[in-house]
C-alpha cells in the first residue's frame, strides 16, 4: 500500500465517487488491516454509502490503532459513536461519545451526538442538561444570555423543585 492510493481513495470520497473509493479503500484494508488511516478512511466511506454496519468494524480498527491525528481520532469517534446510535446500539453510543467528550472536552459535535446518544439510552435528564449547558457556552443570543445563570442552575438538577 502506498500513501498515493490512500490519497487517491479519499479524493475519489470527496469528490462523491464513493463506490470507487470503497473498493480501493477495501482493497488497501486487505493489504494494510492494521493502517489506522486506511480503516478510518474505510469507515467513513461505509458511513457515506449508507452501511453503518460494515463502518463499524473499521472504526473500531482505527481507533483501536495508533496513526490518527487528533482531528481524524475525534472523527472516528464522532462518526462510531453516531453509527452505534443509528443502529440502536446505545449504550456503545454512549460510551464513545463519553470517551470522546473527555478527550475532546472542547468538541461540541462530540456534546450535542452524546446528549442523542443519552436520550436514545432512556436518559432524557442528562441529554437535556447537556443540551442546556451547550446552549449557555455557545449561545449570543441576548434573551438567553440574560438568563444563563437561571439556565446552568436548571442545568444541574432539572427536578429540582423550588419551595
Known amino acids: 500500500m502506498t500513501e498515493a492510493e490512500l490519497a487517491r481513495a479519499v479524493a475519489l470520497r470527496e469528490a ?3 463506490d470507487e473509493a470503497r473498493e480501493l479503500l477495501l482493497e488497501l484494508s486487505s493489504v494494510a488491516p492494521d493502517d489506522s488511516q486506511v480503516a ?3 469507515a467513513w466511506v461505509h ?9 463499524v468494524p473499521f472504526y473500531e480498527r482505527a481507533l483501536d490503532g495508533d496513526g490518527l491525528s487528533s482531528v481524524e481520532r475525534r472523527g472516528a ?8 446510535r443509528t443502529l440502536g446500539q446505545y449504550v456503545e453510543a454512549v460510551n464513545v461519545l463519553t470517551a470522546g467528550v473527555l ?5 461540541r459535535a462530540l456534546a450535542v451526538f452524546l446528549a442523542m446518544a443519552r436520550y436514545n439510552a432512556g436518559d432524557a435528564k442528562e441529554a437535556v442538561a447537556g443540551l442546556l449547558t451547550l ?24 427536578d429540582r423543585v423550588w419551595s
Do not use: K
Open 77 to 84: 469517534m464522532l462518526g462510531l459513536g453516531s453509527t452505534y
Open 135 to 158: 446552549l449557555v457556552d455557545t449561545t449570543s443570543d441576548q434573551e438567553i444570555r440574560r438568563y444563563e445563570r437561571a439556565i446552568t442552575l436548571y442545568a444541574e438538577d432539572l
Open 47 to 55: 458511513d457515506a454509502l449508507g452501511l453503518e454496519r460494515e463502518a
Open 16 to 18: 462523491g465517487a464513493l
Open 40 to 42: 478510518y478512511q474505510t
Open 103 to 107: 478527550e475532546f472536552p472542547t468538541d
